[in-house]
């Protein structure tokens, strides 16, 4: 099984919203925080958010603070990434990663990791 595939990317216009859906493996999701991130073209890899397996704690990279909302629904495996308010910045393929090995919330230090999902806004 795969550990974890991800859905919803898409193309749209500045100011649209968009939902990512990441589907994971029972191993890799049971008991286990999970993070997304994106890479622009011509950049590195950065830390987008991280909840906790319990869901009450959330973390955001401050780009993205007070439009993005991470969210999980442990009955079906499944993390969340509702962005709005997109803008051309956040543009990247997004990545869905599972069972970081520090406690470091913004740490790119995960057993697993998706294949990725493109967003693309227009401006």
């Known amino acids: 099984q795969v550990p974890l595939v991800e859905s919803g990317g898409g193309l749209v216009h500045s100011g649209d919203s968009l939902r990512l859906s990441c589907v994971a493996s029972?191993?890799?999701?049971?008991?286990?925080?999970m993070g997304w991130f994106r890479q622009a073209p011509g950049k590195g890899r950065e830390f987008v958010a991280r909840i906790s397996w319990t869901g009450i704690s959330t973390y955001y990279a401050d780009s993205v603070k007070g439009r993005f909302t991470i969210s999980r629904d442990n009955a079906k495996n499944t993390v969340y990434l509702q962005m709005n308010s997109l803008n051309p910045e956040d543009t990247a393929v997004y990545y869905c990663a599972g069972r970081p090995r520090s406690s470091a919330y913004s740490t790119q230090d995960y057993y697993y990791w998706g294949q990725g999902t493109q967003v693309t806004v227009s401006s």
């Open positions: 029972l191993r890799t999701f049971s008991g286990n925080d």
